[in-house]
């Protein structure tokens, strides 16, 4: 399963090894590596190798079996380490067998990357200790727990630290590989890639997951949890750090200390952040944005506009034409 490097264009070959495992994920694996395929027919010359622990054959996720070349020592030198995720790492430990090979291919190349929930292989390695990481938004918080030492930044479709790159869950594999291709390769050949893969050229990896709703776990103390469960009822209130304060009779200053201490965040952030929870599912109802505003407590629809270009990368306009419905997408019958 090696891609030929007979490619337009001649450019120097770089081997990319996907590491595989019993349980993983299909389309972390596939949607990558078409990726890089598909760059080999515009002038790239990516070699693609496919490892497991074993040397063995491994079942993917939707029952498929997927061959290998091998162990880690069975390829070369990888330019780049693909790892890809899947369920069953959140289920239990990582096997050190698993860790042990990406510890070994990250060591004999350029830059190593972890689609989905194979950034737990990654923290299991060592590689993400110290630095940042992102994965899918489902399990970002049982990452953060399980590897203190990493700095999981939630929200985001793929992180960048040094030459380690972790991304979000499954379509997010292949906007980092898109940006790896373009690293590789700039940004021409990549639209073309781009272009054939009918993909978005491309998704910033800051740009926010957009499905990853705000983690609401209850607040131990009382005044805390009192306020979140206000603002997440009711959050066309007046919400100010004084109003919430004045609600749960504490200061704004005291208010301002709880907030850090168990949400690691503001008021005001939190406030925010639930609204635009509450925006985005009136707009994948198919509301207006006039009147998903009003009714998420933005107040308008520029202020609502300015916060999610900030946070989320788009327009509220783009987001709902985005997530609309299949249906509008179907051939209207004749």
Request: glycine share 8%.
């Amino acid at each position: 399963m090696v891609v030929d490097r007979e490619v337009r264009g001649m450019a120097r070959a770089r081997d990319i090894a996907f590491v595989v495992f019993d349980g993983v994920k299909m389309l972390d694996v596939a949607g990558p590596a078409e990726v890089f395929a598909e760059a080999n027919q515009f002038g790239a010359a990516y070699a693609i190798h496919y490892v497991s622990p074993s040397g063995k054959p491994v079942l993917a996720s939707t029952g498929m079996q997927v061959p290998v070349d091998g162990q880690a020592a069975d390829v070369p030198d990888p330019d780049t380490v693909v790892v890809a995720g899947g369920d069953v790492l959140v289920d239990r430990a990582i096997e050190t067998d698993l860790a042990d090979t990406v510890k070994d291919l990250h060591a004999r190349s350029r830059r190593t990357a972890s689609v989905c929930t194979g950034s737990f292989i990654l923290a299991a390695a060592g590689l993400l200790a110290g630095r940042r990481a992102t994965t899918h938004w489902r399990h970002a918080g049982l990452l953060a727990r399980a590897f203190p030492d990493v700095r999981v930044e939630s929200d985001a479709l793929f992180v960048q630290d040094a030459a380690v790159y972790t991304s979000a869950g499954v379509s997010a594999g292949m906007d980092l590989a898109l940006a790896l291709v373009e690293e590789d390769h700039g940004a021409d050949l990549t639209r073309e890639v781009a272009r054939q893969l009918v993909m978005f050229m491309q998704r910033p990896g800051g740009q926010s997951q957009f499905s990853a709703p705000l983690d609401r776990r209850p607040p131990r103390t009382s005044p805390l949890r009192a306020v979140v469960d206000l603002i997440s009822a009711q959050p066309a209130l007046d919400h100010s750090a004084a109003a919430l304060a004045a609600r749960v009779g504490v200061s704004p200053r005291q208010l301002g200390r709880l907030f850090a201490a168990e949400l690691h965040t503001t008021p005001a952030r939190y406030v925010e952040l639930v609204r635009l929870d509450h925006a985005k599912a009136l707009l994948d109802r198919g509301h207006t944005v006039a009147q998903t505003a009003r009714v998420a407590g933005f107040g308008s629809a520029e202020t609502m506009r300015r916060s999610f270009v900030a946070r989320l990368g788009v327009s509220p306009s783009q987001y709902r034409d985005r997530f609309a419905t299949t249906e509008q997408g179907k051939d209207t019958p004749r």
